[in-house]
């Protein structure tokens, strides 16, 4: 069986060997588009549901912080932040839960140690995921699964390496702005 970080570097190179994208991967619980489970996080030592976020688009992006390729994402998604937040689009960064089982710095952290002006910005959000949401969202312990979720609560993609997978992310934000600014 593969360590965690050897699984990450395996991960990372079947992605990027141009025979796997990561549009390919069958990340989904279950058929796409779904309702957004309703789940909790905790933020700042206190209980945050994703139903707070309704009415706007947002990623949902589960990581763990001993994640090579989360490092990786990390750094790509703070060069994309300001055409991303322009767009009202909110990021959730949260740590999976107990960091899957490993030593690590929670999402706050990682974020400032790898992309520092990240923490401040208002559009970013970090916390721990709960128990509950592991269960739900990431019952097979993904160290980097991102889920983008409509203006009306609905997963409309799950996937991973944002570093591969970027212009999707983009392409969400616009498609959702403009959904948003349609919506009376």
Known sequence: MLSRPKFAWVLLL???SGRVSAG???LAPRPLPFPMPTVTYTA???????????????????VSTWCHTCIASLRVMDKANEQLMQQGFTIVL???HDNDGAPGPDARGFAQQFAPGLPGQANWRFGEASAQ???ALNA???PDIYYLVDAHGQVQTVSTAPTVTLDRIRRF???AENMTRKTP
Request: hydrophobic share 40%; aromatic share 8%; no cysteine.
């Open 173 to 175: 934000a616009q498609h």
């Open 94 to 96: 949260l740590r999976n």
């Open 14 to 16: 079947v992605l990027t």
């Open 44 to 62: 700042n030592g206190q209980a945050h549901s994703l139903a707070e976020l309704q009415g706007r688009p947002y990623m949902l992006w589960l």
């Open 140 to 142: 097979k312990q993904y």
């Open 24 to 26: 390919m991967l069958d």
């Open 133 to 135: 949401m592991k269960q």
